[in-house]
């Protein structure tokens, strides 16, 4: 939490403390600018070199942790069997290839409309997290009905001033919705929602048809006051 805090909201903190929020370049880095701005450009070449580093290592970190995330999907059955094998190294080269193909969908919309890619894939995504969040806020009030009707048991770890919280969460993502809907740049991301929904209902369709889920059931022995 503490590092979130200080390198991702300290660092917006400090760029919109220097220079207003709608004077950044579409098609540069705000640290660049802003060191610019106040009379450093020596170190755009430094900031430069370190978000290059950084974009690397996180592409790195990426394509390793979705290739096992493959693999294991693989294995539960929620992935094609092929994506799970592992090469002579132990190395899932075919989910890693998998996900390689998948990054090149970048590479291409970067080519095709290079001023709104990031715009674009970054939107897109946006909507993945708040698909991801919004269900796991509804999963944590069904599985609070549920351990308060005595069906499941309860988790050592209480979320603070639930259930107003998770209402809170929820305003705040319908909220972010609104504001997509309101930019024509990010408003694209709306319109890849119903593309989302389909190829997740029929993945889902998939997997439960060839692998049955049954959600499990335990006695409860702590239930919620």
């Not at 220079?19 to 106040?38: D, K, M």
């Not at 979320?159 to 998770?166: G, K, R």
């Not at 930019?183 to 709306?190: H, N, Q, S, W, Y």
Request: hydrophobic share 50%; net charge positive; charged share 10%.
């Amino acid at each position: 939490m503490w590092r979130i805090l200080i390198f991702y909201v300290g660092a917006l903190t400090a760029l919109t403390v220097l220079v207003p929020w709608n004077q950044f370049p579409a098609n540069g880095s705000p640290f660049v600018h802003a060191f610019s701005l106040i009379g450093i450009p020596a170190a755009a070449g430094v900031v430069n070199f370190v978000v290059t580093t950084a974009a690397l290592s996180s592409c790195n970190s990426g394509i390793y942790s979705t290739g096992r995330m493959l693999r294991t999907l693989s294995q539960d059955g929620q992935a094609p069997r092929r994506t799970g094998r592992l090469n002579a190294r132990a190395v899932p080269s075919r989910a890693i290839a998998v996900t390689f193909v998948a990054m090149l969908l970048g590479v291409l919309i970067n080519y095709l409309a290079p001023e709104e890619a990031f715009t674009y894939i970054t939107s897109a995504s946006t909507i993945g997290a708040i698909f991801t969040w919004g269900m796991i806020i509804l999963a944590h009030l069904g599985f609070r009905r549920k351990v308060a009707a005595g069906e499941i048991q309860a988790g050592k770890f209480r979320m603070p001033f639930a259930p107003y919280s998770n209402y809170l969460v929820l305003t705040f993502l319908a909220l972010v919705v609104m504001l997509l809907a309101f930019d024509p740049d990010t408003r694209i991301a709306l319109y890849l929602t119903p593309a989302l929904a389909a190829a997740i209902t029929v993945g889902y369709l998939a997997v439960r048809r060839h692998r049955p889920i049954t959600p499990p059931t335990a006695p409860a022995e702590h239930p919620l006051p």
